[in-house]
């Protein structure tokens, strides 16, 4: 059973999402505070925040962030309102692994988190390739999930580790965005674009990347994105 | 234009003035010219009548009577010597006797009216003749013999003298001369005089021509100077309120329109929150409603569909708020348009109900914002479902080659579209007649599709097939010089 953790501050909703993620068969703990709901990350150990960008106190941005902070690898939904453009881009930089646009069914969210849950699991595509990739200093380990930098390990969101595992199955091939959000985040072709922009931005600092001149992850205008080994 | 420009207030003005300049002077020059050459012409023929006289006085009693014939042209010959510049010529008759001061001299300036004057009055007879353009005095006069009674007696002997008048002629010329030279001057003024009055009027006439100008652009703030207390002060005064009035009135509209607008984005935020709670329990109620009692199981259906139908609703109109208050962005991105519609239609299971002709893979390339396509074409195809009926033909073309435009068109199988009523299909809430009723959608599918199109900077229109059957067609230009989002790189 999923456990998530749902930080809402108004009641009403609070307690919908709440109890129909429990009908979906989620483990779910609610919390009306930014404050609240990192005191239960320690407590409760949820497998994925569900995160209300507007919140009264901490603002759900800086929770993200400290959510961030303790923790590189745990999932992270944004509720947001439809329309505030400004914050959904704010939010995913922040490390946000997708978001939801209120008022949701209960039947999306849930669809959403078990996406977004699947993509720290398995690998996404390339069963013929060697369980570890070395491409330069970059070290992709496909069976055990991890992603090393030299030596040093580095921690990934489950998106981002997701979208390294799908650009660097197939070097040198170039995937749309359009692709990408299907592959990575289970979304629709018509989906949002500023997730797959916005987790390669997140992907390139993580990984080091001279800012003008990537290495790893290129941008081919107007198509999308190309994984190369230097 | 250039009729125009004579039409105009500056040429009008100088016209005037030199109109009136010209007639004043011509008036005062005619009437001096006609009082002046009255008075030479009449002085110098007093004069010379004069001058005839005292020497006719002088010299009539030496003239031997009755007068033979030198005798007389002796007396004509010692009148004309009273005239020391000797341009007088006198012709002395008596009965059929006749002698003149230059022999052979024919006499043609005088008259025979003068002659049958002398003959027939004492009086002295004069004429002015115009004879071959020089411009001559005919003096007649009968000699008489005075009585010691007091009564005169004609003798019989007529003196007529001719005496050119070209110096008097001369005054007058110059003073016409005179006259004429004081009007060029005149008229010269009078022009300038009407430039500067001119200016006067038209420069705040031009100043006011053009604040109404910058008025009319919309520059409601516009205020003309006031300079003096004269009608155009008057009127620019009247000018600057009545802007002021307008800017109030103006300013006053825009902000209960933005109240209005930002009324229905404030409801629409505010039925957010609830609507949030109650999508997030319609599965739930969905689910356990099979095991609920028969009426109660259908009350909690209802409810469950309008709130998917409310949220919709609140969904279109936070969308059309966000047109209005401009905040709508575009999220561009380079994608194949027919793979897009594909999708459309596959993600709302239309693929089998609709006839596609898409152009094949990577022919449609393009930059647009893929969520709003995605709403185009689903509102579109819907909307033609609905209304329409099948077969809906669904097409993909793409128009010229530098400038590369998408053409879109949704046709559906229906009775297409009452004339009437096409004006207004992509009005909000607009309700042709009770068929298309409410439960079809919120009322602004058309409406947030057309904004859509419109923000890519492309077209949609509404129109009747020859063929039967209403056709919507959209047109996007794909490639757009501007930027909207920079691409991290």
Known sequence: MPRVLLIEDDRAVREGVALALRRQNHDVAAASTGEEGLEQLRSFRPDIVVLDLMLPGMPGLDVCRAIRALDQALPIIMATARGDEVDIVIGLEAGADDYVVKPVTARVLDARIRAVLRRSGGVPAGEGLPKINTYGELTVDRAGLTVRLGDEPIALAPSELRLLLTLSASPGQVFSRQQLLEAVWEHDFHGDARLVDACVKRLRTKMSEPPRAPRYIHTVRGFGYRFAAP | ?489
Not at chain 2, 88 to 112: I, K, N
Not at chain 2, 289 to 301: G, S, Y
């Open chain 2, 1 to 489: 234009m250039k009729r125009r420009r004579l039409r105009g207030l500056r040429p009008r003005l100088v016209v005037a003035f030199g109109l009136v300049a010209g007639v004043a002077a011509a008036t005062t020059g005619a009437l001096t010219f006609r009082e002046a050459r009255i008075g030479v012409l009449q002085q110098s023929q007093d004069a010379v009548i004069g001058q005839l006289r005292a020497r006719l006085s002088e010299r009539a009693p030496e003239l031997p009577y009755p007068p033979g014939e030198s005798a007389l042209r002796q007396f004509a010959t010692d009148v004309s010597a009273a005239d020391a510049s000797g341009s007088w010529r006198v012709l002395v008759t008596y009965r059929e006797l006749s002698a003149s001061s230059v022999p052979g001299d024919r006499f043609p300036e005088l008259t025979p009216a003068v002659r049958t004057a002398v003959a027939s009055s004492r009086a002295t007879v004069f004429q002015r003749v115009n004879e071959g353009g020089r411009p001559t005095l005919v003096v007649g006069m009968s000699v008489t013999f005075g009585d010691p009674d007091g009564s005169r007696l004609a003798s019989g002997v007529r003196v007529f003298l001719v005496v050119p008048q070209t110096t008097e002629q001369a005054s007058v010329d110059a003073l016409v001369s005179a006259v004429e030279r004081a009007m060029v001057p005149a008229l010269g003024l009078a022009v300038v005089l009407a430039l500067f009055a001119a200016r006067g009027v038209l420069v705040p006439v031009r100043a006011l021509r053009q604040a109404t100008r910058r008025m009319a652009e919309g520059r409601l703030d516009t205020r003309l100077d006031v300079n003096g207390a004269d009608e155009l002060a008057e009127l620019s005064h009247a000018f600057n309120e009545t802007a002021a009035e307008l800017e109030t009135s103006v300013a006053e509209l825009r902000e209960m329109e933005a109240r209005a607008r930002r009324f229905a984005a404030d409801v629409s935020h505010e039925l957010r929150t609830p609507l949030a709670a109650m999508s997030a329990v319609t599965d739930v109620l969905d689910e356990d409603a099979a095991r609920l009692a028969p009426d109660t199981a259908t009350a909690v259906r209802l409810i469950s569909e309008e709130t998917v139908k409310l949220t919709r609703l609140v969904d279109d109109l936070m969308e059309i708020s966000r047109f209005d208050a401009g905040a709508a962005v575009l999220h561009l991105d380079e994608i194949d348009l027919a793979e897009s519609i594909r999708r459309t239609l596959a993600a709302r299971g239309w693929s089998d109900t609709v006839d596609t002709r898409l152009p094949p893979p990577d022919a449609a390339r393009g930059r647009v914002d893929p969520r709003r396509l995605d709403v185009v074409v689903a509102n579109l195809v819907g909307n033609a479902l609905k209304h329409g009926g099948t077969p809906v033909r669904v097409r993909l073309d793409v128009h010229g080659s530098g400038e590369r435009a998408a053409v879109i068109e949704v046709r559906d199988s229906g009775p297409g579209i009452p004339d009437d009523v096409l004006p207004h299909v992509f009005e909000r809430f607009y309700k042709s007649d009770t068929a298309r009723s409410r439960s079809e959608g919120s009322g602004l599918g058309l409406a947030i599709t057309a904004e859509n199109v419109r923000i890519h900077g492309g077209t949609v229109r509404a129109a009747n097939h020859p063929a039967g059957g209403a056709v919507f067609t959209v047109e996007l230009p794909l490639q757009r010089h501007e930027v909207t989002e920079e691409q991290p790189s």
